[in-house]
C-alpha cells in the first residue's frame, strides 16, 4: 500500500517558523522526487518544493526560495519542509507528493501519489 502523511501543521504569526514532515511507505523511496504543494481556498494547486529521493537535488518556487529548505533521510522515508520567516500568503493547505521526473517538478500532473494535506495558517 502506497502512504504518504503530513504532519507539523499549524497557527503560527508572521516571522514565525514551521517545519513540516512527510512519512513515505509502499513504495521506493530513491525512484521518486517528492514534492511539497500547497493549496489555498479559490486557488490552484502550486508547487512550493521538491527533492530528489535519488541524489537530493532540490527545487524551490520563487516565493519560498532563502525562506524554506526541503531535507530528507531516505533511510527513514522522510521529507521535511523547514518553512522560516512565514508570511500571510503561505497559508495553505500543505500536501507531500510522490512521482517519477516526466515533467516539470512544479506540475502536480507529474506526481502519481498523494498525501492528505497538513493545514499551515499564518497570521498577520
Known amino acids: 500500500e502506497v502512504q504518504l502523511v503530513e504532519s507539523g501543521g499549524g497557527l503560527v504569526q508572521a516571522g514565525g517558523s514551521l517545519r513540516l514532515s512527510c512519512a513515505a511507505s509502499?513504495?521506493?523511496?530513491?525512484?521518486?522526487?517528492i514534492g511539497w504543494f500547497h493549496q489555498a481556498p479559490g486557488k490552484e494547486r502550486e508547487g512550493v518544493s521538491s527533492?530528489?529521493?535519488?541524489?537530493?537535488?532540490?527545487y524551490y518556487g520563487d516565493s519560498v526560495k532563502g525562506r524554506f529548505t526541503i531535507s530528507s533521510d531516505s533511510a527513514k522515508n522522510m521529507v521535511y519542509l523547514q518553512m522560516n520567516n512565514l508570511k500571510p500568503e503561505d497559508t495553505a493547505l500543505y500536501y507531500c507528493?510522490?512521482?517519477?521526473?516526466?515533467?516539470?517538478?512544479?506540475?502536480?500532473?507529474?506526481?502519481?501519489?498523494w498525501g492528505q494535506g497538513t493545514q499551515v495558517t499564518v497570521s498577520s
Open positions: 507528493a510522490a512521482g517519477r521526473r516526466r515533467s516539470w517538478w512544479w506540475d502536480p500532473g507529474g506526481y502519481e501519489f
Open positions: 527533492i530528489s529521493g535519488n541524489d537530493g537535488s532540490t
Open positions: 509502499g513504495f521506493t523511496f530513491d525512484d521518486y522526487y
